[in-house]
């Protein structure tokens, strides 16, 4: 097995790891933060918001940088493994964390939805397209991957159209999607069943 893949694999391995950051910056909230209704942008926030403020909104910021280059590299690195269409979508969706987190919610609203907007979509699309790609090699992987993807789209679909519990769907539709690429990866570095098509 290259180089490549196992560090591709290995970045994807560490991304759960932003569940654990972001219940400390969520802890550390002055004015309290609600996992249900208040949104993980709000973390992120550089100045105290109407409700609350993050202290530890730098670690935020950064961390939705760090967990979307691990996602885009680890893609491009994994291309072999995944195909084109797929890491492509997942590069956008990295890039797309990378921008969230260079555009606070507090700086430019607009600017601040229209960055994260394509990883709400992209994530989804990319499980989906990976469960029906490994569905014949690696059944039980490809089911999960399906089930997340499908999860995670609905759950993106309501934080947008419902005004309660945005921060509970916004959950569902985004820490799925850091397991599942992490399930992707240890499977890849199995001997002998990391191997899948290469074609989009």
Not at 96 to 124: E, K, N, R
Request: proline share 4%.
């Amino acid at each position: 097995m290259s180089r490549g893949l196992v560090l591709g694999a290995a970045m994807w391995l560490v991304r759960p790891v932003y569940v654990v950051i972001e219940l400390v910056v969520a802890a550390a909230t002055v004015g309290g933060h609600d996992l249900t209704d208040d949104t993980v942008s709000e973390l992120g926030a550089v100045e105290c918001l109407q409700t609350l403020c993050s202290p530890r909104h730098e670690l935020m910021n950064s961390t939705f940088v760090a967990i979307g280059l691990l996602l885009a590299v680890g893609a491009l690195l994994l291309v072999g493994r995944l195909g084109r269409t797929v890491t492509a979508l997942l590069v956008v969706a990295g890039l797309s964390s990378v921008a969230t987190g260079l555009a606070p919610i507090d700086g430019d609203v607009t600017l601040h939805a229209v960055a994260a907007a394509p990883l709400f979509v992209c994530q989804p699309l990319a499980l989906l397209l990976l469960g029906r790609r490994l569905w014949r090699t690696h059944g039980r992987l490809a089911v999960a991957l399906l089930l997340t993807g499908t999860v995670t789209a609905a759950a993106a679909l309501a934080f947008v159209a419902s005004e309660a519990g945005q921060g509970l769907f916004e959950r569902l539709a985004l820490w799925p999607v850091l397991i599942a690429t992490a399930a992707v990866a240890v499977t890849i570095l199995e001997p002998g069943r990391g191997r899948t098509a290469t074609s989009t």
